[in-house]
T-cell receptor
Framework: AQSVTQLDSQVPVFEEAPVELRCNYS??????LFWYVQYPNQGLQLLLK??????LVKGINGFEAEFNKSQTSFHLRKPSVHISDTAEYFC????????????FGTGTRLKVLA | DTAVSQTPKYLVTQMGNDKSIKCEQN?????MYWYKQDSKKFLKIMFS???????INETVPNRFSPKSPDKAHLNLHINSLELGDSAVYFC?????????????FGSGTRLTVV
């Protein structure tokens, strides 16, 4: 079975500072990895995904993530955050075969301070 | 044009009532899902349909019954509502089962049982 751990439930950061949101996963089979963002009172939007190939993945809104197979991590980063990045961020994993069921992490609330 | 639309957006009802939430997608996707997000933002899959066929049915009380009249619609009917059913319910779709394009989510239905 797969699992996803988001190590930080809340991350406060000042505007224009860099941020890293951590995600670790566990799986005995190949996986796809995703980051989603949820703004207040909205559904989830796909930020970026790792399927294969280059371990550094770039997404929307200036976010990027790096897949590290040896550390089973998929951390999300942004070099300079804006107030508008305040939201809940979810890491998700799904297998590349079988039931393809998504497993979501418990979310990290990013709060950008002025 | 809304890609995945859910109605209603808010639903307040008394314990013991029966209610339905509707979901429609205009993306031409084959697979649709229902997720429940609790007060701690934890997302858990409830059901998944692929081209009107039930493919994922998690451990959900049988008071919850999904119905997919066609591949563009996935409705959720809940009988005998309980206080613990209060949550945000998200509908989502993907191009096909196992799609690596990610999910498209609706904006959610906030259900409050009083």
């Amino acid at each position: 079975a797969q699992s996803v751990t988001q190590l930080d439930s809340q991350v406060p950061v000042f505007e224009e500072a860099p941020v890293e949101l951590r995600c670790n996963y566990s799986s005995s089979v190949s996986v796809y990895l995703f980051w989603y963002v949820q703004y207040p009172n909205q559904g989830l939007q796909l930020l970026l995904k790792y399927l294969s190939g280059s371990t550094l993945v770039k997404g929307i809104n200036g976010f990027e993530a790096e897949f590290n197979k040896s550390q089973t991590s998929f951390h999300l980063r942004k070099p300079s955050v804006h107030i508008s990045d305040t939201a809940e961020y979810f890491c998700a994993v799904t297998t590349t075969s079988g039931t393809y069921k998504y497993i979501f992490g418990t979310g990290t609330r990013l709060k950008v301070l002025a | 044009d809304t890609a995945v639309s859910q109605t209603p957006k808010y639903l307040v009802t008394q314990m013991g009532n029966d209610k339905s939430i509707k979901c429609e997608q205009n993306l031409g996707h084959d697979t649709m899902y229902w997720y429940k997000q609790d007060s701690k933002k934890f997302l858990k899959i409830m059901f998944s349909y692929n081209n009107k066929e039930l493919i994922i049915n998690e451990t959900v009380p049988n008071r919850f019954s999904p119905k997919s009249p066609d591949k563009a619609h996935l409705n959720l009917h809940i009988n005998s509502l309980e206080l613990g059913d209060s949550a945000v319910y998200f509908c989502a779709s993907s191009q096909y089962q196992g799609s690596n394009y990610g999910y498209t989510f609706g904006s959610g239905t906030r259900l409050t049982v009083v």
